[in-house]
C-alpha cells in the first residue's frame, strides 16, 4: 500500500538553529515528490519536485533531496517567517496523477 | 507563474441551500484539476479529479450528488455543495495542473465554508 509518513509532526527551533524535516515513502514506482509550505488559512504553496534518487533542489534557506525511500527538507539558520506547516507529497509513475500526502510537520521558529 | 485563484475565500451559508465555489488558473491551461478538504490541523483529503471536458473521479466516501464538480474549459472548475449542512463545512481548496508543469499541482488559497 501507498504510503507517506512524515517526521517529526512538530518541531521548535531557535532562530538560526538549522534542522531537517523527514518524509519517508513507499510507493509502487514514483514520478515525483513534492514538498509545500501552508501557512493556517491558507493553501499550500508549491516549493520544490524532485524526480529521481540523487537529486537535490535549493530555495533560499531550503533545500530538499530525494533518496529511494526519502526525502529531507533541510532549513539552514531558519526565520521566525519560516514557521508553516510542511507538507510532502508523493504522485505514482501509474495510473491517476493525485497526490499521496503526509501529514505535515508544523514547524515553529522562535525569535 | 503558475497562479490558481479561488471564490470566494469565505462563504456563510444556511442549512439546504447549495453552494459553488470556483477554482481558476491564472497563468496557465490546466489539464487536470483537484479538490481537496481540510480538518483544522489535519492534511489535505483529496474529494476528486477532473479533467476538462470530462466527468470527475471522485475518491471512496465522497458523494458525487452532493459535490458536483464541473471543469467546463481549461482554466477553470467549479465545485458546487447541494443541500449543505452543517458537517459539510470545512475548508475547501483545489489545484490545478498540466503536463507542461510537470504535473506539479498548484493550489488556490482555499474556501472557507461554514453552514449555519
Known amino acids: 500500500e501507498d504510503q507517506v509518513t512524515q517526521s517529526p509532526e512538530a518541531l521548535r527551533l531557535q532562530e538560526g538553529e538549522s534542522s531537517s524535516l523527514n518524509c519517508s515513502y513507499t510507493v509502487s514506482g514514483l514520478r515525483g515528490l513534492f514538498w509545500y509550505r501552508q501557512d493556517p488559512g491558507k493553501g499550500p504553496e508549491f516549493l520544490f519536485t524532485?524526480?529521481?534518487a540523487g537529486e537535490e533542489k535549493e530555495k533560499e534557506r531550503l533545500k530538499a533531496t530525494l533518496t529511494k525511500k526519502e526525502s529531507f527538507l533541510h532549513i539552514t539558520a531558519p526565520k521566525p517567517e519560516d514557521s508553516a506547516t510542511y507538507l510532502c507529497?508523493?504522485?505514482?509513475?501509474?495510473?491517476?496523477?493525485?497526490?499521496?500526502f503526509g501529514t505535515g510537520t508544523r514547524l515553529k521558529v522562535l525569535a | 507563474g503558475a497562479v490558481v485563484s479561488q471564490h470566494p475565500s469565505w462563504v456563510i451559508c444556511k442549512s439546504g441551500t447549495s453552494v459553488k465555489i470556483e477554482c481558476r488558473s491564472l497563468d496557465f491551461q490546466a489539464t487536470t484539476m483537484f479538490w481537496y478538504r481540510q480538518f483544522p490541523k489535519q492534511s489535505l483529503m483529496l474529494m476528486a479529479t477532473?479533467?476538462?471536458?470530462?466527468?470527475?473521479?471522485?475518491e471512496q466516501g465522497v458523494e458525487k450528488d452532493k459535490f458536483l464538480i464541473n471543469h467546463a474549459s481549461l482554466t477553470l472548475s467549479t465545485l458546487t455543495v447541494t443541500s449543505a449542512h452543517p458537517e459539510d463545512s470545512s475548508f475547501y481548496i483545489c489545484?490545478?495542473?498540466?503536463?507542461?508543469?510537470?504535473?506539479?499541482?498548484?493550489f488556490g488559497p482555499g474556501t472557507r465554508l461554514t453552514v449555519l
Open positions: 507529497a508523493v504522485q505514482r509513475s501509474s495510473g491517476t496523477y493525485k497526490y499521496i
Open positions: 524532485l524526480y529521481s
Open positions: 489545484s490545478a495542473s498540466s503536463s507542461g508543469r510537470g504535473d506539479t499541482q498548484y
Open positions: 477532473s479533467n476538462e471536458g470530462s466527468k470527475a473521479t471522485y
